[in-house]
């Protein structure tokens, strides 16, 4: 055998609604079970006592009648009639018996059962209807006695002061008619009330729960609503008929509302300190760049100087200046790193990436004489292609920044591959976009930095201990260029292929 799954498997759920209204029913059910069954029971106890004393009183004259033995028989009748069991008083004939009344007489050993059917003639019985009848114990109350062929009865046993024994029974059909018909009535009533609990109960309870519907809807508004940057504020809320706070469902309101005050409030509050920070950063790095440029003007004056300076002043000069100009980089890209975050409008004129792509692998070439440089344009390998296809290429931006862009990803492949490595810059259209992709056969990104290869300070350790001028803000500066153009930027490092893909909706798209 297979083994039984190891958890329950999982249940759906029912609404609140319809829990209550299956409560409601299985209530109304239960009550008018309990109180069906009870009624049902107390009258059929009371009809079957009636039938049960009139079974008596009808045993009783059964019993007088046939007490007139044979000897009074004799005085009343004629003599003619003496000894003939037939002629004898017989318990059906005394006035008052009803129709369908049964008599056993057991006297002398002879066994006469009759009943008195609807026309009032005497009906013989049958043997089994007599055994069952004569098993009835002689003591003067109603006993049930099912009568094949006639149905149920309650039969009273009797001894005359002869010791013969006289059964008389009274059906009790008119009772369980009576019963079934009751019985019929209360299970349509019931049902009628099931009916209309149920829908009764069903549109109550929607419109006791509409409130929540609607809190629900609010907190499902505001849910949708892009909360994780940027200036946000949450203005949904409850509506006041909602809120009221001697209803459950009020209650559940003007707590939500309660809630999304003070998470607006905090949201307001986050964004504002991220803006001091910003500013501060941008602040503090525009401040930077004056002392620096002096820093490097002063350098350079004091080693251009026509007295000679001993060889160490002169070294440490140029360590002095190197750094200077390596800080002015950088405080460059931090203060451009916080007006992008700023979100400061970009420059948004016609910029053909595929120039920039050519401009980028010329300046490389330069940089990087021992690389491998290759530039795949489209249509390059056929001459003939049309000119459009490179008009194609052009997106809507800032020439400067997606320069920088394109020269931090080629100076990437420079710097953090070996000689020899080939790098391969291609611009394509793919679709909407405009796709650059900048792709080396080095030894590709440290494993340890892939997920955060574009946050900001994130370097390889390598690259961290050459003194290379890495600061690691390059990529990071990179995507929020791109992103600021309504891009994106990827990258799929292997050993042997990494690639990094620019993909910014093209021109025309931008433009429509
Ligand atoms: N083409 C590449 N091949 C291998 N590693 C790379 C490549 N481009 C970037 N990296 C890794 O990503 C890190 C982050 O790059 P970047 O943000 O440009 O900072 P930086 O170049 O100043 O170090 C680099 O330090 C380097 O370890
Ligand atoms: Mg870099």
């Known amino acids: ?125 049958d043997d089994a209807q007599v055994a069952a009848l004569r098993a009835v114990p002689p003591d003067g109350t109603a006993h049930p006695v099912p009568l094949d062929g006639l149905g149920r009865y309650r039969a009273v046993a009797l001894l005359t002061d002869r010791d013969d024994l006289v059964v008389t029974a009274l059906p009790t059909t008119t009772v369980d008619a009576t019963v079934r018909q009751y019985v019929v009535i209360e299970v349509l009533l019931v049902a009628g009330a099931l009916l209309v609990a149920g829908l009764g109960g069903s549109v109550l309870v929607r419109r006791e729960l509409r409130p929540l519907n609607r809190v629900a809807a609010t907190a499902t508004r505001v849910a949708e609503q892009p909360l994780a940057r940027g200036e946000v504020a949450i203005t949904a809320r409850v509506d006041d008929r909602d809120t009221d ?35 501060f950063v941008a602040d503090a790095s525009h401040e930077l760049r004056t002392p620096l440029a002096s820093i490097r003007g002063y350098t350079e004056l004091v080693r251009r100087s026509p007295e000679e300076l001993p060889a160490d002043a002169r070294a440490a000069l140029a360590r002095v200046e190197a750094e200077a100009t390596r800080m002015s980089a950088l405080v460059d890209d931090l203060l451009l790193l916080a007006r992008l975050d700023a979100g400061r409008p970009l420059e948004r004129a016609p910029v053909d990436l595929a120039a920039l792509a050519v401009d980028a692998v010329a300046d490389a070439h330069v940089a990087g004489p021992d690389h491998v440089w290759r530039l795949d344009l489209p249509g390059q390998a056929d001459a003939g292609a049309p000119d459009d296809e490179v008009g194609a290429l052009t997106v809507l931006g800032d020439d400067h920044r997606l320069r920088q862009v394109l020269g931090n990803l080629t100076s990437n492949a420079r710097r953090h591959t070996p000689a020899g490595t080939h790098v391969t810059v291609a611009v394509r259209r793919d679709g909407a976009d405009v796709v650059v992709s900048v792709t080396d056969d080095g030894p590709g990104v440290p494993p340890e930095l892939r997920d955060r290869l ?59």
């Not at 759906?12 to 069906?36: D, P």
């Not at 990071?476 to 490092?493: D, F, P």
Request: proline share 5%; net charge neutral.
């Open 1 to 125: 055998m297979t083994p039984a799954p190891a958890g329950p498997a999982p249940r759906a759920r029912w609404s609140l609604r319809r829990r209550l209204v299956a409560v409601v029913l299985g209530l109304v059910l239960l009550v008018s079970v309990v109180m069906g069954t009870v009624s049902t029971v107390a009258l059929r106890d009371s009809l079957v006592a009636q039938v049960d004393d009139r079974a008596v009183a009808a045993a009783e004259r059964a019993l007088r009648a046939t007490q007139v033995g044979p000897d009074d028989g004799r005085d009343r009748q004629g003599a003619d009639d003496r000894g003939r069991p037939g002629d004898r008083p017989r318990p059906l004939a005394v006035p008052g018996q009803d129709v369908g009344t049964v008599s056993v007489v057991v006297e002398d050993g002879t066994t006469r059962a009759q009943y008195l059917d609807t026309d009032g003639d005497l009906v013989d019985l």
């Open 245 to 279: 706070p001697s209803t459950e469902v009020g209650q559940v309101g003007a707590a939500l509302n309660r809630m999304l005050g003070h998470v607006d409030q905090a949201l307001a509050q986050r964004q504002e300190s991220e803006s001091q920070v910003r500013r």
């Open 454 to 512: 574009f946050e900001r300070f994130a370097r390889g350790d390598e690259s961290r201990n050459r003194a290379s001028g890495s600061t690691g803000l390059g990529l990071a500066i990179a995507r929020a260029v791109v992103t600021a153009h309504g891009g994106s930027l990827t990258c799929e490092s292997a050993p042997g292929r990494t690639s990094f893909v620019v993909r910014v909706p093209a021109a025309a798209d931008v433009g429509r």
